[in-house]
């Protein structure tokens, strides 16, 4: 079975679920959860460094721990580089929905909602990893210019339908 019809799988049994989707509420709010905290890290990384206080670096690891013992609560294969991947997808998924923001602040909607789509772009392949609906074992080279494309089919479309369709943050 293929990438696409492991996704489409995914939403059909989503489809059919009476409640709509999975739960994963808890989920999806531990991943955001996790979000910040790798942006926890980088402010005080760039405190540290920017103050020569220490204090900051230590308090960084103390944040790393505290996002290492929460990954692992969502990162179900953390074998070869998933681990890494998957903290990368929602490190750049925050850091784009910030750009995104601060590009809508200034009245630049255009790029913001750019910005937004591909944050979710990646945030839906970090779910289609960790729900195995994407093998990374799999992923020789993704094109280039994949991640601008709108799409609607294909892999980008598939995750997508599946985040909207199986992540639902509404279901109690």
């Known amino acids: 079975m293929n990438q696409k019809d492991k996704i489409d799988e995914l939403i059909k ?10 739960d994963l509420k808890s989920d999806e709010d531990l991943s955001i959860a996790i979000m910040n905290l790798i942006s926890i890290e980088e402010h005080f990384f760039f ?15 103390e944040a790393r721990k505290i996002r290492t013992e929460l ?7 953390p074998e070869g580089e998933n681990w890494c991947i998957c903290k990368h997808l929602l490190a750049t998924s925050m ?3 910030e750009v995104g923001n601060k590009l809508l602040k200034n009245k630049e909607k255009k790029q ?3 910005m937004y789509e591909k944050a979710f772009k990646l945030y839906s392949l970090f779910w289609g990893i960790n729900m195995g609906a994407v093998n990374t ?36």
Request: charged letters at 35%; hydrophobic letters at 30%.
């Open 112 to 114: 913001a909602y750019e």
């Open 13 to 22: 049994k989503a489809e059919s679920s009476k409640s709509h989707g999975f």
């Open 71 to 77: 990954m692992k609560k969502l990162v179900k294969n």
């Open 95 to 97: 850091r784009l929905i």
């Open 47 to 61: 405190t540290g460094s920017k103050t020569g206080d220490k204090k900051y670096f230590n308090l960084l690891d």
């Open 137 to 172: 074992k799999d992923i020789k080279k993704i094109d280039e210019n994949a991640i601008n494309k709108k799409q609607s089919a294909g892999l980008w479309g598939k995750l997508k339908t599946l985040v909207q369709k199986v992540i639902d943050c509404c279901i109690e």
